[in-house]
């Protein structure tokens, strides 16, 4: 037996040594990297990949060695051109017509490297409502080689700088300006482009900024209730507050107050007064309401702001006044001047025993734009929907008949 295995074994070796080439061959295919796909074969698969991976830009592979990278989605435009071949001007139609970061950022940054001034007031604009931490680093650099002064990088101290120098220098913006702040601003509040439409001077467009809320999204006071000294019991003997006397009518406005409202229609010693505090720049003005022709105006915050100061409007015309100034600026009372004078600071409680201090509450409804009621609503009943997410139990529900369902926990 182990003869027949010793020569079974002989046999094999004797095989494997007198195997044809074609072995070999086959040997070193189980072994051997794969051969190098032909340009063809290359072709038709790159079709495929690119079927299959639809919109995905490929990926970067542009300096050896470097790591694949996906290059940024940038959104399609309306007649299917490729935006970055779109020329400046036509980036800014298309933006304007389907805006999002992305565009905003391009065209910010396009902007500083034209090299013209006149871009200053429009990437201002992207600056502050641009919506994205990419649009605000490329408009403040933008700005930085417009205007030849280096960025702080910082948002809130950029936006002030170069708005200043805008101020300083006041280039005009150039055609298509107003177009473009109409509609940029519209985003923000719909009211935004007709009331924007009234500034006729672009360079007084331009300085035109938004100040965070909408139109009436700053409550102001109407008619405030008035309270004597004792019954102001909440009020310390040292309270800030801005008093006045009109007619022989003391009052006093805690200044906490108004820090919250910033501005309130009343009336004191029979006038009809505004009186407007601007929390930027802690200034406080009282206005006579009336106009020469007798017309009484009620104030509130329009949302937007001029050299860091509110800007009022007024409901009755829709005009935008300068709160400093008390002028209007734009609308159908563009160039009238209200009566104003400037309160001091003083301790209400002690000074005078009979000012009548005015409280937080109000004697008439507040008017808003149905715009802002309509958010203001939306947010309410998000904020309660959350509320009682966190602090009612499941439970489960069913629809009888009746109008109020019934639920178990």
């Known amino acids: 037996m182990r003869k027949l295995i010793c020569a079974a074994v002989a046999v094999s070796v004797l095989t494997a040594a007198c195997s044809p080439s074609s072995g070999e061959g086959e040997s070193s295919?189980?072994?051997?990297p794969?051969?190098?796909?032909?340009?063809?074969?290359?072709?038709?698969?790159?079709?495929?990949?690119?079927?299959?991976?639809?919109?995905?830009?490929?990926?970067?592979?542009?300096?050896?060695?470097?790591?694949?990278?996906?290059?940024?989605?940038?959104?399609?435009?309306?007649d299917g051109r490729p935006f970055l071949d779109l020329t400046l001007l036509e980036k800014i139609d298309e933006f304007l017509v389907r805006p999002n970061t992305t565009f905003a950022a391009i065209i910010a940054g396009e902007m500083g490297r034209s090299g013209e001034q006149r871009w200053v007031a429009w990437t201002l604009d992207l600056l502050r409502s641009g919506g994205s931490r990419d649009v605000s680093n490329a408009a403040m650099g933008a700005l930085a080689r417009l205007t030849g002064v280096e960025s702080s990088g910082d948002f809130s101290t950029d936006y002030v700088r170069y708005g200043s120098l805008y101020r300083s220098e006041g280039t005009d913006p150039g055609e298509g300006y107003t177009t473009f702040k109409r509609r940029v601003y519209s985003y923000l509040d719909p009211q935004y482009d007709k009331l924007l439409a009234q500034v006729t001077d672009r360079v007084t467009l331009g300085a035109v900024q938004w100040g965070g809320v909408r139109r009436g999204g700053i409550p102001e006071l109407n008619d405030p209730e008035r309270l004597t000294p004792a019954q102001a019991d909440f009020m310390t003997p040292e309270e800030l507050v801005l008093g006045f006397v009109i007619?022989?009518?003391?009052?006093?406005?805690?200044?906490?107050?108004?820090?919250?409202?910033?501005?309130?229609?009343?009336?004191?010693?029979?006038?009809?007064?505004?009186?407007?505090?601007?929390?930027?720049?802690?200034?406080?003005?009282?206005?006579?309401?009336?106009?020469?022709?007798?017309?009484?105006?009620?104030?509130?915050?329009?949302?937007?702001?001029?050299?860091?100061?509110?800007?009022?409007?007024?409901?009755?015309?829709?005009?935008?006044?300068?709160?400093?100034?008390?002028?209007?600026?734009?609308?159908?009372?563009?160039?009238?001047?209200?009566?104003?004078?400037?309160?001091?600071?003083?301790?209400?409680?002690?000074?005078?025993?009979?000012?009548?201090?005015?409280?937080?509450?109000?004697?008439?409804?507040?008017?808003?734009?149905?715009?802002?009621?309509?958010?203001?609503?939306?947010?309410?009943?998000?904020?309660?929907?959350?509320?009682?997410?966190?602090?009612?139990?499941?439970?489960?529900?069913?629809?009888?008949?009746?109008?109020?369902?019934?639920?178990?926990?």
């Open 34 to 78: 794969p051969a190098t796909s032909s340009p063809s074969d290359e072709s038709a698969d790159g079709a495929a990949d690119s079927d299959a991976a639809g919109d995905v830009a490929p990926p970067d592979t542009t300096s050896p060695g470097s790591v694949p990278t996906t290059q940024p989605f940038i959104p399609g435009t309306a």
């Open 29 to 32: 295919a189980a072994t051997d």
């Open 247 to 409: 007619g022989g009518e003391p009052g006093a406005y805690p200044v906490r107050f108004l820090a919250r409202h910033e501005l309130a229609n009343d009336v004191v010693g029979g006038v009809p007064v505004a009186l407007g505090y601007c929390t930027l720049c802690l200034t406080a003005l009282m206005f006579d309401r009336r106009l020469p022709s007798g017309d009484v105006l009620t104030f509130e915050t329009s949302g937007l702001l001029m050299d860091s100061n509110k800007i009022m409007i007024d409901n009755e015309t829709e005009s935008l006044w300068n709160h400093l100034s008390g002028t209007a600026f734009a609308g159908p009372l563009a160039g009238t001047k209200l009566s104003s004078s400037r309160w001091p600071r003083r301790a209400g409680r002690t000074g005078w025993p009979t000012t009548q201090t005015r409280s937080r509450s109000t004697r008439r409804r507040r008017r808003t734009s149905p715009h802002f009621r309509s958010a203001r609503r939306s947010a309410t009943t998000t904020r309660r929907a959350r509320r009682t997410a966190r602090t009612t139990p499941a439970k489960t529900c069913g629809s009888p008949p009746s109008r109020r369902p019934t639920c178990s926990s």
